[in-house]
């Protein structure tokens, strides 16, 4: 299972951005459906957080207060994409954002995401 994202770039405080997270390579039978996908971010000199999380079970979790009523998560079932819509940016946002996948329900641990992206840079700065 691969995970390829996209769409990082430099933005000045207040713009948006449209991360996007391409699956492939799922053992037969299964497809994005069957997984809980989830962004996390490593900011410059921290550690990398979950931000926030999309399942059918539990819907979508957020992990960050301050990305509620900013961030959006959905996805394209059809093309096994799923899409983060970051609003309002602040420099606070700087990192390298990264999607992760495990079956069924969401994590806020990282060790349960059985695959993961190799990250695209958001960088929010005037």
């Known amino acids: 299972l691969q995970l390829v994202e996209s769409g990082g770039g430099l933005v000045q405080p207040g713009g948006s951005l449209t991360l996007s997270c391409v699956a492939s390579g799922f053992t037969s039978g299964f497809t994005l459906d069957y997984y809980a996908i989830a962004w996390f971010r490593r900011a410059p000199g921290k550690e990398r957080e979950p931000v926030l999380c999309l399942s059918d079970r539990e819907g979508r979790l957020d992990y960050v207060d301050s990305v509620k009523g900013r961030f959006t998560i959905s996805r394209d079932r059809a093309r096994n994409m799923v899409y983060l819509q970051l609003n309002s940016l602040t420099p606070e946002d700087t990192a390298l954002y990264y999607c992760?996948?495990?079956?069924?329900?969401?994590?806020?641990?990282?060790?349960?995401?059985?695959?993961w992206g190799q990250g695209t840079q958001v960088t929010v700065s005037s």
């Open positions: 992760a996948v495990r079956r069924e329900s969401c994590s806020e641990h990282q060790w349960p995401y059985e695959a």
